[in-house]
């Protein structure tokens, strides 16, 4: 973990020029990539990365009573939930429960959210802030820029296992847009620089 000072940094450096800063965003710790190589076991690990070494979240994976799968056990100082799922390795809707379920779990003081461009492709990648973090961006560069980039996780029925129709219409929502959202980046950008 490299603190969430430099991470809120980094995001908030990749909002102010999205397209000039995107390499550093994509290269840093703001970035969680979770894609095919990594583990469903491994998610939490990935997260806990982003959080405060006091907020880190412990896991444990027992096979279940049934024994047709596994639950995986997220506990920290106040509370413990258990996660049912099939495969250790990978299973895209597994994988949708673990990421969903650890975002419900480090709520309130934290939120997940998924960078928007990632949608739709085998590689997606996660940001995590805390949520006064969150809401910091939104009042600097307007909740419409913020959200244009990242979205929270709860909003997504499905995220791995996004059907492609809908990847596509996110996509071509998103493209529809391009133009107005940065107009408004350079705007906020020429404003800043003159201030």
């Not at 027992?62 to 495969?87: A, S, Y």
């Not at 973090?133 to 244009?148: A, N, Q, R, S």
């Not at 492609?164 to 408004?184: L, P």
Request: proline share 3%; with cysteine; aromatic share 14%.
């Amino acid at each position: 973990m490299s603190g969430f000072y430099s991470i809120y940094h980094k995001v908030d450096n990749f909002l102010e020029d999205p397209r000039g800063n995107w390499y550093k965003f994509n290269e840093s710790d703001a970035s969680i990539w979770l894609d095919d190589r990594i583990y469903n076991k491994e998610i939490v690990d990935y997260f806990n990365e982003s959080l405060e070494r006091e907020d880190v979240v412990d896991k444990e994976i027992k096979k279940n009573e049934l024994g047709n799968g596994f639950n995986m056990i997220l506990k920290n100082h106040i509370k413990t939930l258990v996660i049912p799922f099939k495969d250790e390795k990978y299973d895209k809707i597994d994988r949708d429960n673990i990421v969903k379920s650890f975002d419900e779990f480090i709520k309130p003081k934290y939120e997940i959210r998924c960078f928007v461009d990632s949608l739709g492709s085998d590689r997606l990648i996660f940001t995590i802030l805390t949520e006064s973090e969150w809401k910091k961006l939104e009042e600097k560069f307007d909740k419409e820029i913020v959200g244009y980039f990242f979205v929270p996780v709860s909003v997504f029925k499905e995220i791995f296992n996004m059907p492609t129709d809908e990847a596509t219409k996110i996509s071509k929502k998103r493209e529809n847009k391009r133009d107005e959202i940065f107009k408004i980046i350079r705007q906020n950008m020429f404003r800043r620089h003159f201030e």
